[in-house]
T-cell receptor, first 108, second 117 residues
């Protein structure tokens, strides 16, 4: 069965500092990986997906199949990045398997 | 247009009561998903519909949980004889279509927070 692990429940950085949210997965095949974000009092929304290889709000994530990782990175964190971030995967194109989430706080 | 809506937003039930949670997907979305999110955890898959067909219900934790989507639009998640461990946020999501090798973005509703006393 597939599994997603986010080792940090809480992550705190200062504005302008680099940030990296870690995500590791276990699956023997080739899953699709995603990052979802939930801002305060808002609903869960897709931030980015690995196959699109795009940068959203300054965030990027590279799929490393050798290390089975999909870490989310941003070189200069902003206060508005404070949110709960979930790494997720799908193997079937339908159901998502989520990690437990990382609460990111960007301090002024 | 309107996003996914869920009702009620909050539900308090006494242990043993039955509850029904409603999801209105985005108009025209073929696929509908239910997830359960316990406090401090990520969402966990419950069940999935494509139109009115329930294609996957492997995530339903017990036979007390039942979901339906009779006309391929609105869906209801029913929990019978609620237990304290059922307390969670129940999320509904819809997407335009799913295929074996492609993923279409799932759009989430605001969730229903269920508290079982």
């Amino acid at each position: 069965a597939q599994r997603v692990t986010q080792p940090e429940k809480l992550l705190s950085v200062f504005k302008g500092a680099p940030v990296e949210l870690k995500c590791n997965y276990s699956y023997s095949g080739s899953p699709e990986l995603f990052w979802y974000v939930q801002y305060s009092r808002q609903r869960l929304q897709l931030l980015l997906r690995h196959i699109s290889r795009e940068s959203i709000k300054g965030f990027t994530a590279d799929l490393n199949k050798g290390e089975t990782s999909f870490h989310l990175k941003k070189p200069f964190a902003q206060e508005e990045d404070s949110a709960m971030y979930y790494c997720a995967l799908t193997t079937s194109g339908s159901r998502l398997t989520f990690g437990e989430g990382t609460q990111l706080t960007v301090n002024p | 247009g309107a996003g996914v809506s869920q009702s009620p937003r909050y539900k308090v039930a006494k242990r043993g009561q039955d509850v029904a949670l409603r999801c209105d997907p985005i108009s025209g979305h073929v696929s509908l998903f239910w997830y359960q999110q316990a406090l401090g955890q990520g969402p966990e898959f419950l069940t999935y519909f494509q139109n009115e067909a329930q294609l996957d219900k492997s995530g339903l934790p017990s036979d007390r949980f039942f979901a339906e989507r009779p006309e391929g639009s609105v869906s209801t998640l029913k929990i019978q004889r609620t237990q304290q461990e059922d307390s969670a946020v129940y999320l509904c999501a819809s997407s335009s279509e799913t295929g074996l090798y492609s993923y279409n973005e799932q759009f989430f509703g605001p969730g229903t927070r269920l508290t079982v006393l």
